[in-house]
């Protein structure tokens, strides 16, 4: 039987608009998105997985006072101009390699911040009758193959809607989005689940499963039609959640355990480990940093 091809995925969507008001005051005038993990910004992570996903065109949904974004996927021709007079090599290639080609990049604007779903709505005119995926940059994946790259692979296997999840504990299910197992289609710990609900942020004992939705989609462009009419949900917002399930039963839902771990750097805890999880990958970094932190532990009394 000759496999069905599905249309390729060319566009990410990331929806940068949000405030970042829990990294108050480091973001008062700073992009949450532009925050460093390491020495790359978190917005960067995502651009670089899309990237290797394939990913051909790179939407920003942006709000106010998010231009240090458009800066950093522009060139910088002051620094760039001192960097070759002092023949800084290195630090001239990591500023300019990864820059996209002219008109691979659009910025466009969310002027309210009505949500996940509408920020993605806000995108419409761009994605056309195309599915897409979309990056929340603040959801940032440790693994060898880029998270977004396995779950175009899945795609072009099963086509479909497809959902980055993972396994949370119940007490946490009010935070996330829930996947409802069809459990017709699959076992409950299988690799790839198909959903025949998702509910968004429910109480620990109505989540019909444990498995959370994180910051990664792929979508078909019918999903646009259905965030147009979308009511506001959870936290008074358009939920990216609801549309989706509103999708079920006119096209196939699945839920992705990706190979990886995820980082919340939407939260402090979730920052800070991320940027210790992500400095021991790097060689030049990890042996000093392994004294250190465990001169920290021993003057905090850790062991």
Same mark, same amino acid.
């Given at each position: 039987?000759?496999?069905?091809?599905?249309?390729?995925?060319?566009?990410?969507?990331?929806?940068?608009?949000?405030?970042?008001?829990?990294?108050?005051?480091?973001?008062?005038?700073?992009?949450?998105?532009?925050?460093?993990?390491?020495? #790359?910004p978190?917005?960067?992570?995502?651009f670089?997985?899309?990237?290797?996903?394939?990913?051909?065109?790179?939407?920003?949904?942006?709000? =106010?006072?998010?231009g240090?974004? /458009?800066?950093?996927?522009?060139?910088?021709?002051?620094?760039?101009?001192?960097?070759?007079?002092?023949?800084?090599?290195?630090?001239?290639?990591?500023?300019?390699?990864?820059?996209?080609e /002219? +008109?691979?990049?659009?910025?466009?604007?969310?002027?309210?911040?009505?949500?996940?779903g509408?920020?993605?709505?806000? /995108?419409?005119?761009?994605?056309?009758?195309?599915?897409?995926?979309?990056?929340? /940059?603040?959801? &940032?994946?440790l693994?060898?193959?880029?998270?977004?790259?396995?779950?175009?692979?899945?795609?072009?296997?099963?086509?479909?809607?497809? &959902? +980055?999840?993972?396994?949370?504990p119940?007490?946490?299910?009010?935070?996330?989005?829930?996947?409802?197992?069809?459990? #017709?289609?699959?076992?409950?710990?299988?690799?790839?689940? #198909?959903?025949?609900?998702?509910?968004?942020?429910?109480?620990?004992?109505?989540?019909?499963?444990?498995?959370?939705?994180?910051? =990664?989609?792929?979508?078909?462009?019918?999903?646009?039609d259905?965030?147009?009419?979308?009511?506001?949900?959870?936290?008074?917002?358009?939920?990216?959640?609801?549309?989706?399930?509103?999708?079920?039963?006119?096209?196939?839902?699945?839920?992705? =355990?990706?190979?990886?771990?995820?980082?919340?750097?939407?939260?402090?805890?979730?920052?800070?480990?991320?940027?210790?999880?992500?400095?021991?990958?790097?060689?030049?970094?990890?042996?000093?940093?392994?004294?250190?932190?465990? +001169?920290?532990?021993?003057?905090?009394?850790?062991?």
């Amino acid at each position: 039987m000759t496999k069905k091809k599905h249309k390729k995925i060319r566009k990410v969507i990331f929806p940068v608009g949000g405030l970042g008001t829990r990294f108050l005051p480091a973001t008062k005038s700073m992009p949450k998105e532009m925050l460093p993990v390491v020495d #790359k910004p978190l917005i960067h992570y995502a651009f670089e997985e899309a990237h290797a996903a394939g990913i051909e065109e790179f939407i920003f949904v942006t709000g =106010r006072n998010k231009g240090a974004i /458009a800066d950093h996927f522009d060139y910088s021709y002051e620094l760039q101009d001192i960097l070759s007079n002092k023949n800084k090599k290195r630090e001239l290639k990591v500023t300019t390699e990864w820059i996209p080609e /002219a +008109g691979n990049i659009i910025f466009t604007r969310q002027r309210q911040p009505l949500g996940l779903g509408h920020a993605v709505w806000c /995108a419409r005119n761009l994605i056309g009758d195309e599915p897409f995926a979309v990056i929340l /940059a603040d959801d &940032l994946v440790l693994s060898k193959k880029a998270c977004l790259k396995q779950m175009v692979e899945q795609y072009e296997d099963c086509g479909g809607n497809i &959902l +980055g999840v993972m396994d949370i504990p119940k007490s946490d299910t009010e935070k996330y989005g829930i996947v409802d197992i069809d459990s #017709k289609f699959s076992n409950s710990d299988a690799k790839l689940v #198909k959903a025949r609900g998702l509910v968004e942020k429910p109480a620990p004992e109505k989540a019909p499963s444990t498995l959370s939705i994180i910051g =990664r989609y792929i979508l078909q462009p019918e999903v646009m039609d259905i965030l147009a009419k979308q009511k506001a949900g959870a936290g008074g917002e358009i939920q990216l959640t609801d549309a989706i399930a509103t999708m079920i039963g006119r096209s196939d839902v699945f839920g992705y =355990r990706y190979d990886g771990v995820r980082y919340d750097c939407g939260g402090l805890t979730g920052f800070v480990a991320a940027n210790v999880a992500f400095a021991l990958e790097r060689e030049d970094v990890r042996g000093r940093l392994i004294n250190q932190l465990v +001169g920290v532990f021993d003057r905090a009394g850790v062991k």
